[in-house]
Nanobody
Framework: QVQLVESGGGLVQPGGSLRLSCAAS???????MGWYRQVPGKQRELVAI???????NYADSVKGRFFISRDNAKNTVHLQMNSLRPEDTADYYC?????????WGQGTQVTVSS
């Protein structure tokens, strides 16, 4: 079992940046790692994923602004969020997937507001 703990959320002004981190309790080198977000009343949506060989995929709404990375030696995944917009406001969740196994963190809140 893998436990995931997110950090780095907070309040930021439009145009600002935040870096989210996800710390895993075990080895994640062979997991697909991802960041998802959810706004109350809406479905959870994919933000970005990174495969075990560092392939990445992003939601169209964040392409060119958000960047996902992983450090397998430290069992961490990061999401660098730049040029933040009010519509990026959400709870952000870290996800780990491998074959039939899937794990979620508890989430970290990001609020983009002036």
């Amino acid at each position: 079992q893998v436990q995931l703990v997110e950090s780095g959320g907070g309040l930021v002004q439009p145009g600002g940046s935040l870096r989210l981190s996800c710390a895993a309790s075990g080895n994640i080198f062979d997991y697909v790692m991802g960041w998802y977000r959810q706004v109350p009343g809406k479905q959870r949506e994919l933000v970005a994923i990174i495969t075990s060989n560092d392939g990445t995929n992003y939601a169209d709404s964040v392409k060119g602004r958000f960047f996902i990375s992983r450090d397998n030696a430290k069992n961490t995944v990061h999401l660098q969020m730049n040029s933040l917009r009010p519509e990026d406001t959400a709870d952000y969740y870290c996800n780990a997937q491998r074959l039939t196994r899937m794990y979620w963190g508890q989430g970290t809140q990001v609020t983009v507001s002036s």
